[in-house]
């Protein structure tokens, strides 16, 4: 499957008429069923969600678990916000792998672990 075309195609459904910036996310969950996402913006701002937790919502929403890999892609290639990051560490497999992509077709290829080196997880609330 081509995550990156899946993302890009989830761009062109941005709804961003304040940052004009158009992002799109496909996410494979560890029993390969794929959820696709894009930055929906609001006029009050924290009401505005990225396209990395739009595709979680969803495959969370339909009884999945835990996130194989996230495809981010923007024309510029920026990487997960803090706040994307830390929801994905709510559902990361241990191998969880990000590729972000950008407009000229680069991409790079990088382990959750090394963008979220400490995240706070699940697993601090269930240690005793």
Not at 24 to 38: L, P, R, Y
Request: proline share 5%.
């Amino acid at each position: 499957m081509d995550l990156r075309k899946l993302a890009l195609a989830a761009a062109q459904h941005s709804h961003s008429p304040y940052s004009h910036a158009k992002v799109g996310s496909a996410i494979v969950m560890e029993d390969g069923s794929v959820f696709q996402g894009c930055n929906i913006e609001n006029s009050s701002f924290g009401g505005t969600v990225c396209a990395e937790r739009v595709a979680i919502w969803k495959a969370i929403s339909e009884g999945h678990k835990q996130i194989k890999r996230v495809y981010v892609y923007t024309d510029a290639g920026w990487p997960p916000c803090g706040m994307c990051r830390q929801v994905m560490s709510e559902f990361a497999a241990p191998d969880l792998e990000i590729i972000i992509g950008d407009k000229a077709g680069k991409e790079q290829i990088l382990k959750f672990k090394d963008i979220m080196p400490l995240a706070f997880t699940p697993e601090h609330l269930t240690k005793k």
